[in-house]
């Protein structure tokens, strides 16, 4: 384990990796790839909360730009989210894990409305809690929704699987000289805003202690060897 004592984790999965080659949308091949990935590192008995992005569908900022109110714009982006968390689950459940979808914008046709101790009830029964809508509030991102569920659920750790395989100095698409952390602390992701994730969601999980690994879940079997301490990721902590 590349976390000593991690029990339970929170993964977040960016909108755009269920996209697989497409450029928008929904890859359901794709998706269900992930979601092997997701079973396997669930059969290793860790328990698993659950959090996806919706920027493969919709984001509010770029509603924004193009002349949208914004909150009107991340509201469609939440309902986003709510729609790849039901394509999770499907390909979850499909492969014989049992799930449970929790949003923060209450839906009682199609899912729970997120309450924290009947998600607690679920990861002892061995379920993985998806947890959709993010904070339930625009302005946010679901970095801020994996944060703030990271850490009322009291996860040991948050795991950001994303394209890229961790936190660069500059931006690794831009610039090939571009150097990856190992470690980094929180401070220095904040100060020198190195892209990770939302300064929102980076200062909730220094408050509260929680390490953020980020790693790309694109190649294949890159979930286990990460969490089995052999992969490529930078890990967010606290400093020396
Ligand atoms: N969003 C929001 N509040 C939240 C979570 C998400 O308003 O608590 C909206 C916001 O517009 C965001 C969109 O939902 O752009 C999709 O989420 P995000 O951009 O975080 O997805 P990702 O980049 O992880 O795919």
């Given amino acids: 384990m590349l976390l000593p004592n991690t029990k339970r984790i929170l ?16 890859d359901t091949a794709f998706v269900d790839k992930l979601a092997e990935e997701v079973k396997a590192a669930r059969d290793t008995g860790l328990e698993i909360c659950l959090v996806i992005g919706g920027g493969n569908i919709f984001r509010g900022m770029a509603g924004a730009a193009k ?3 914004r909150a009107q714009a991340d509201y469609m982006g939440m309902l986003a989210t709510v729609m790849n968390a039901l394509a999770m689950q499907n390909a ?3 492969i014989g894990v049992p799930t449970r979808v929790q949003s923060a914008i209450e839906m009682d046709k199609v899912c729970e409305p997120v309450i924290r101790r009947r998600a607690e009830r679920h990861l002892e029964k061995g ?17 801020s929704g994996a944060a703030l569920r990271a850490a009322e659920m009291k996860c040991d750790a ?3 699987g994303t394209s890229v395989d961790g936190v660069y100095d500059s931006d690794p698409k831009s610039n090939p000289d571009a150097i990856r952390f190992e470690t980094v602390d929180y401070g220095t992701v904040l100060a ?12 909730l999980c220094r ?7 980020v790693f790309s879940i694109r ?18 902590e606290k400093g020396a």
């Avoid at 809690?129 to 970095?143: E, K, Q």
């Avoid at 190649?219 to 967010?236: D, F, P, S």
């Fill in 219 to 236: 190649e294949k079997g890159n979930l286990a060897k990460v969490l089995g301490g052999k992969g490529v990721q930078t890990i967010v």
């Fill in 158 to 160: 948050l795991f950001k």
């Fill in 67 to 69: 002349g949208m109110d």
């Fill in 127 to 143: 379920r993985i809690v998806i947890f959709a809508a993010g904070v339930g509030a625009p302005y946010f991102t679901t970095d």
């Fill in 207 to 213: 408050d509260n202690d929680i390490p953020i690994v």
């Fill in 92 to 94: 979850l459940e499909q």
């Fill in 11 to 26: 993964l977040k999965l960016s909108g755009e990796v269920l996209m697989g080659d497409q450029q928008f949308g929904i």
């Fill in 192 to 203: 020198k805003n190195l892209k990770v994730m939302d300064a929102s969601a980076v200062a």
